[in-house]
């Protein structure tokens, strides 16, 4: 969502980082082009007012202009007035999810929102959270009887999350289908009750005095408003309304994966006072994450955030096959079947495009990326080539000739260079293997895994954000 604010501030704060010294005159320029790269990201002109205000009185002090590293300084003034911007650190719910469920179950938390903001399936992502994460018995229950089939899309969702939903009453109001989902968590022994609100094409009152009659009738603990991250300064004056008539507790920011520009982000906490504590990073069930100011304010500056991506990586990884496979490669083995395995692995952590902007300093490697043509769909035509083998194929390379590239090439869909790159970066690893099994554990450590080809493991030599790893890209 931040790539092209990224950017912009990258080059800015690289030209400050270069310089030995700074003047009071170069921290000015800097910061018109700090607040030009916000208002281009759709950040609201007054709080773009105020935070350049800020970072200008702490930023051209003499103890930061005449310290060791002055630009250094700058920057780290810029990260700190962004997180305190976001939310400030720490920022953080009493779960995991970032709500307070603080409360005597079952615990109503209600989403309100435009029409076609992802309020519905934001509904389902919470609940497999809540779920999955905080081991809560949820029930999900839809308000919206204006939209056609809106009660069945929960019910289907339900049905795929493996949540509960509350039974279809035909013609019942919002208000009472509200109060009978209390009931029923109270009676059957739910933790959290989720109530997905209708929405508008636009806000009206009516929109609000059915919102705001629902509140009043199930006090929820948390009123999260979901909002569409693309839809840039007019996400802060849905947020405002909302906020001043139903007073919103929370934000809940969707496709946040997309091309929008970030200003959304940045504008809504600081205009409402009301932190954004989710973010939907995919369409599916499992694309939400919990948000935290200090690690998108490390992303917006092209410093990564290794603690999500080490977050994202034990979710995803079993420990078993992880031991096995370090097992295997100690003895210098590694065969298809596990490259294959690395590649499902990186997929299941969302892919390269996603795993990229969490490493620090990627700007340039996500370009060199897009150059060299490498994306995810790569990938998954790299794990269809591997599963077009036989088993034997699989274990022992080596009998794979002309004809049978031939065959395995037209049972992926693919052409036969794409299988002879694949085999190529297959034996680069295997050399590596050879290496690391002279090496013993140490050397393994240092070599990282090398699903994705060439020495240093997935991204590159030398570690993650390295570089691109070799193989990658290049015509055999």
Not at 75 to 86: A, G, P, R, S, T
Not at 133 to 138: A, L, P, T
């Given at each position: 969502?931040?790539?092209?604010?990224?950017?912009?501030?990258?080059?800015?704060?690289?030209?400050?980082?270069?310089?030995?010294?700074?003047?009071?005159?170069?921290?000015?320029?800097?910061?018109?082009?700090?607040?030009?790269?916000?208002?281009?990201?759709?950040?609201?002109?007054?709080?773009?007012?105020?935070?350049?205000?800020?970072?200008?009185?702490?930023?051209?002090?003499?103890?930061?202009?005449?310290?060791?590293?002055?630009?250094?300084?700058?920057?780290?003034?810029?990260?700190?007035?962004?997180?305190?911007?976001?939310?400030?650190?720490?920022?953080?719910?009493?779960?995991?999810?970032?709500?307070?469920?603080?409360?005597?179950?079952?615990?109503?938390?209600?989403?309100?929102?435009?029409?076609?903001?992802?309020?519905?399936?934001?509904?389902?992502?919470?609940?497999?959270?809540?779920?999955?994460?905080?081991?809560?018995?949820?029930?999900?229950?839809?308000?919206?009887?204006?939209?056609?089939?809106?009660?069945?899309?929960?019910?289907?969702?339900?049905?795929?999350?493996?949540?509960?939903?509350?039974?279809?009453?035909?013609?019942?109001?919002?208000?009472?289908?509200?109060?009978?989902?209390?009931?029923?968590?109270?009676?059957?022994?739910?933790?959290?009750?989720?109530?997905?609100?209708?929405?508008?094409?636009?806000?009206?009152?009516?929109?609000?005095?059915?919102?705001?009659?629902?509140?009043?009738?199930?006090?929820?603990?948390?009123?999260?408003?979901?909002?569409?991250?693309?839809?840039?300064?007019?996400?802060?004056?849905?947020?405002?309304?909302?906020?001043?008539?139903?007073?919103?507790?929370?934000?809940?920011?969707?496709?946040?994966?997309?091309?929008?520009?970030?200003?959304?982000?940045?504008?809504m906490r600081a205009v409402t006072g009301r932190p954004i504590k989710l973010l939907g990073v995919g369409e599916k069930l499992d694309a939400l994450e919990a948000f935290h100011p200090d690690r998108v304010a490390s992303r917006i500056l092209g410093m990564g955030d290794i603690v999500s991506l080490v977050e994202r990586a034990a979710e995803t990884i079993e420990a078993e096959e992880a031991e096995k496979l370090a097992r295997k490669l100690e003895k210098g083995k590694f065969d298809l079947d596990d490259m294959a395995q690395q590649l499902r692995q990186l997929t299941k952590m969302g892919g390269l495009s996603q795993l990229m902007n969490l490493l620090p300093g990627t700007p340039k490697i996500q370009q060199q990326m897009k150059n060299a043509k490498i994306d995810d769909k790569m990938v998954k035509r790299q794990i269809a080539i591997i599963s077009s083998m036989t088993a034997q194929e699989r274990r022992h390379p080596e009998v794979i000739k002309a004809s049978r590239r031939q065959r395995i090439a037209a049972g992926s869909g693919t052409s036969v260079p794409e299988v002879n790159k694949l085999l190529k970066q297959f034996a680069d690893a295997s050399k590596m293997m050879k290496r690391v099994q002279k090496l013993g554990k140490k050397g393994l450590a240092r070599a990282g895994l090398p699903g994705l080809g060439g020495p240093g493991g997935g991204m590159g030599g030398g570690g993650m954000g390295g570089g691109l790893p070799p193989g990658f890209g290049k015509r055999r």
């Open positions: 969502m931040f790539e092209s604010l990224q950017s912009r501030l990258s080059d800015v704060f690289g030209k400050l980082t270069r310089r030995g010294a700074l003047s009071e005159a170069d921290v000015q320029a800097a910061l018109r082009e700090v607040r030009v790269a916000l208002l281009e990201a759709d950040v609201a002109l007054p709080v773009v007012k105020d935070f350049v205000e800020r970072v200008r009185d702490k930023a051209v002090g003499q103890e930061v202009l005449r310290s060791v590293t002055p630009g250094q300084q700058v920057v780290k003034i810029v990260n700190d007035e962004l997180v305190e911007m976001l939310g400030g650190a720490g920022a953080q719910g009493d779960s995991g999810t970032g709500l307070d469920l603080a409360a005597t179950p079952p615990v109503p938390v209600m989403l309100v929102g435009l029409q076609g903001s992802g309020k519905t399936t934001s509904c389902g992502k919470i609940a497999v959270r809540l779920k999955d994460r905080e081991r809560k018995k949820v029930l999900m229950a839809s308000l919206d009887v204006r939209r056609p089939a809106a009660q069945q899309q929960l019910a289907v969702l339900g049905q795929q999350a493996g949540v509960a939903t509350l039974p279809i009453v035909p013609g019942e109001p919002p208000v009472a289908i509200a109060r009978r989902a209390m009931t029923t968590g109270a009676l059957e022994g739910y933790d959290v009750v989720l109530l997905d609100t209708a929405g508008r094409l636009a806000i009206d009152e009516a929109l609000m005095a059915e919102v705001a009659e629902v509140r009043e009738a199930v006090k929820p603990r948390e009123t999260l408003l979901v909002a569409d991250a693309m839809t840039g300064q007019d996400a802060v004056n849905v947020a405002q309304a909302f906020n001043e008539r139903v007073g919103v507790t929370g934000i809940v920011l969707t496709r946040v994966d997309g091309d929008a520009r970030g200003g959304a982000a940045l504008s």
